[in-house]
Each structure stands twice: as structure tokens, then as C-alpha cells.
């Protein structure tokens, strides 16, 4: 077992899926916005993500940004702005750029209907000629028809992750989210025969009531579908920022101990049913091109998480969606109301955002190497003596090793990369509680 170290793992860090994070984002206008188109280089390879912020039940843990599908006009409304969105930015960006992956989150892609989500698709696919981009999406196994599954296929959906977080119908009952084992199976059955090569689950240990007698049944189920990625969180629970979470019951909530016993019961677990751990709490297994990413040096981190994908800039769709370029970070309107707005008037929908200048893309690339590589350079940054004193720590703990101006995270310290990877953000106060713990 990992040493537990308390101390460190109540420290609250981001998960650094951007850096600087959405934390440290400002507000912007659309000048901000299309100075990052223009500073793209011709024949930039981007990636593109679509936000669907709508789920057809609001399950009560969930920090997204995502509303009830519950009026068929404000779905329509909703996607009508996406649709000029997608027309206004294409035609910003360019279409003589190649586009390596589509993904399509939310919320739940599946809370709209299945022609309505072909018809976005098929725009997007030839608004930014992106024929050849590799397709993901996320989806909610409640409402995946049958209908749905069919199209999936036929649309050239490759990739697809499920949010399944336990199957144990009493916690399931604890975070509103009811979804009785057979409506999993079915849908990764339905999904198989569809032809999506790579599924991902999405589970989480740390729940409220939750066991490690629990958690093991829920690996033990997840492992014998043998999706080709795992990916497991610790659970957040922070209702004063995500106010649904009030409507769960906090009081037999595990502590640290029980939590970190469960992150290492996890990785023990998945590992030895033959998954590769990617960074701390992602696993995939081994000829999966995640793990062989990870493995050759090319996984990368945004805000999907661990990605394969090579490309620099990241295109965001719709309300709160994130645009990721070489030297800023820009967010959409979270509102729907106001994004409606201004996509529907052929607008970019900016909110907020930051620059990314040298500096900070320094510092960036340590945090990334961190946390996906576990090794990072960190000669080329201008560290200071209390930075020095906290390294020294963490190498003193067994958790870190240096060398020179090379520093790597041990087995032990694997646990703690978020942590670790901390120490060399600039924007942070130590102080703040806006992130969740670190396991």
C-alpha cells in the first residue's frame, strides 16, 4: 500500500486538465476570442469538442454544466444557436486546417434525439472538413436507446464513455442516479455489436455509505465487461459550489483513510486484472493507443482528460465549452440564455478566459509532463528557494526523486502527483478550497 500521508492529501489541487486552470480565468471579450484564431498558424491541426448541457435526469452529484432535457424548446433553441456557432467559427477558423477528433460531452449528448444529433454531426463534420477526425462521445446509459446505439454505428462513433460510477443500487439511490446493472450490460452489449472499438467507464470511489466491500463488487462488474478504459474519481463533495449536492446525504461520508484505501484497493485491483494505470486514477488496457501513448511519451492532457490526440488547439462548441489555443485559454458564455444570444446572432459566445504567456507555458509543460509522464525537466523554470524547500520534502517523504534538474515521481508518490505537480503553479494559493482533494 501507498504511505498515507494526510496532510498532503487534504490539500485541495486542481486536476489541471488546463494550465492556468478555469479558476484563474477573467472576463474577456470577443476580440480576446479572435486574437487566438489568429495566432494559429496555417495548417494547425485543432481538435474540436460540442457541448450538450442537457441530461434527461439531473443526477445529484454532478458539478457539470447541465440542465433537465425536459422542454422540447429550449432543446431546439439550444441547438438552433449551436448550429450558427458552428457556422460563425468554421468560417473563423478556416477549413484548410485538418481536424484529428470530434468529441461531444455535456451533460449527455443522448438527452437529444438521435436526428437531431445526426443533423449537428453532419454539420460539424463538413463545416470544418473533418471527414477523417476520430469521433468520441459520452453517454448517460438510462436514456441509450436502441435507436441511439444503431446510429452510433453508423455515424463512425469509435469512442464512447459511460457514466456508471457504482453499480451498488443502494449508493446509486444515495446520488440519484438509479441504473440497475442490466441497463449497463445492455448498453455496452448494444454498443459492441454497433462497433465502438474503445469504451471507457466512468466510476468513483469516495461516495457517501460507500464500503470497500462496495467498491470491490463494483471493479469486479466493471472488469468483467472489459471496457478498454477505466477511469476512477474520487468523489467531490462540495455542495457549497455545486448546490444539487445538498440533496445527498453527507453524514456517513468515508475520511481520508477509508478514501485512500479505496484509491489503492482500486489501483491493486484493475492493475492486476491486466490495465495499465494511466497517470493516477485512469487505467486502460495494454494495446489500448492510450497506453501506448503513455508508454512512448505522447499522452498529452486537456479537458477530456488523457488524450492520444497530438493536437495543440482545442475548439470549443457551446455554452461553457473551452477553447484551448497556444497562448490563451478562452471560455464560452455559461449561461444557455445568453450564449443563445450571442451564437444566434453570429457571434463567438466569449465569457471569460487568460493568456497563456511564456511563462506560463513553461510551467504548463512541467505540470503535463507531471502528471502524464510522472518525469519533468525543471531546469528551464525559475523556481524559488521555498519551492526548493518544498521539493526537498516531498524527496525526503520517498514520494519524489531528483536529479539535477530532472525530477520524477516514485511508485510511492503516485498518490500525490496532483499535489506535486502543484508546487510549480503560479496562480495558486495554498489557502483556497475551490478544487477537491487530492485522492
Aim: glycine share 8%.
Amino acid at each position: 500500500m501507498w504511505p498515507y500521508i494526510p496532510e498532503l492529501l487534504e490539500q485541495p489541487v486542481p486536476r489541471y486538465t488546463s494550465y492556468p486552470t478555469a479558476a484563474e480565468f477573467e472576463p474577456v471579450d470577443a476580440g480576446f476570442h479572435e486574437a487566438g484564431f489568429d495566432e494559429l498558424a496555417p495548417g494547425t491541426a485543432v481538435s474540436l469538442y460540442a457541448h450538450i448541457p442537457f441530461c434527461d435526469k439531473i443526477c445529484w452529484y454532478c458539478g457539470c454544466n447541465t440542465g433537465a432535457a425536459n422542454r422540447a424548446d429550449r432543446l431546439t433553441a439550444y441547438l438552433d444557436a449551436l448550429h450558427m456557432e458552428v457556422e460563425t467559427v468554421a468560417e473563423r477558423l478556416g477549413n484548410q486546417r485538418p481536424v484529428t477528433q470530434l468529441a461531444f460531452g455535456g451533460g449527455s449528448p443522448n438527452a437529444i434525439e438521435p436526428v437531431d444529433f445526426v443533423r449537428l454531426l453532419d454539420h460539424i463534420l463538413i463545416a470544418f472538413d473533418a471527414l477523417d477526425a476520430r469521433i468520441s462521445i459520452e453517454l448517460d446509459p438510462r436514456s441509450l436507446t436502441t435507436e441511439w446505439m444503431a446510429l452510433l454505428g453508423r455515424a463512425g462513433v469509435s469512442h464512447a464513455s459511460l457514466g456508471v460510477q457504482t453499480f451498488d443500487a443502494g449508493l446509486q439511490a444515495r446520488i440519484g442516479r438509479i441504473q440497475p446493472v442490466e441497463s449497463i450490460k445492455r448498453a455496452v452489449a448494444g454498443m459492441r455489436d454497433n462497433g465502438i472499438a474503445s469504451l471507457n467507464f466512468d466510476l468513483m470511489y469516495g461516495l457517501p455509505g460507500q464500503t470497500i466491500a462496495d467498491l470491490t463488487a463494483t471493479l469486479e462488474q466493471a472488469v468483467a465487461l472489459k471496457p478498454e478504459r477505466i477511469a476512477l474519481f474520487g468523489y467531490a463533495h462540495l455542495p457549497a459550489a455545486i448546490p444539487r449536492q445538498r440533496q445527498i446525504d453527507a453524514s456517513d461520508m468515508p475520511d481520508g483513510r477509508a478514501r485512500f484505501e479505496m484509491a489503492d484497493l482500486g489501483f491493486s485491483m484493475l492493475t492486476a486484472a491486466g490495465y495499465r494505470p494511466i497517470g493516477f486514477d485512469h487505467f486502460a488496457l495494454p494495446d489500448d493507443p492510450l497506453t501506448l501513448a503513455c508508454e512512448t511519451g505522447g499522452m498529452r492532457r486537456n479537458f477530456q482528460g488523457f488524450t492520444d490526440d497530438k493536437s495543440e488547439t482545442l475548439i470549443g462548441l457551446g455554452a461553457s465549452s473551452i477553447s484551448s489555443f497556444p497562448d490563451r485559454l478562452v471560455q464560452n458564455q455559461k449561461n444557455s440564455g445568453r450564449y443563445r444570444e450571442l451564437a444566434g446572432a453570429n457571434r463567438l459566445a466569449t465569457e471569460r478566459g487568460i493568456l497563456r504567456g511564456a511563462i506560463d507555458r513553461k510551467h504548463g509543460a512541467v505540470i503535463e509532463d507531471l502528471l502524464c509522464a510522472g518525469t519533468a525537466n525543471i531546469g528551464v523554470l525559475d523556481i524559488s528557494p521555498d519551492t526548493h524547500i518544498r521539493l526537498g520534502k516531498f524527496c525526503q517523504l520517498g514520494l519524489l526523486e531528483q536529479n539535477a534538474d530532472n525530477i520524477a515521481i516514485t511508485e510511492d508518490g503516485r498518490p500525490y502527483s496532483r499535489a506535486i505537480a502543484s508546487l510549480f503553479d503560479l496562480h495558486r494559493i495554498a489557502e483556497e478550497q475551490r478544487f477537491s482533494r487530492a485522492v
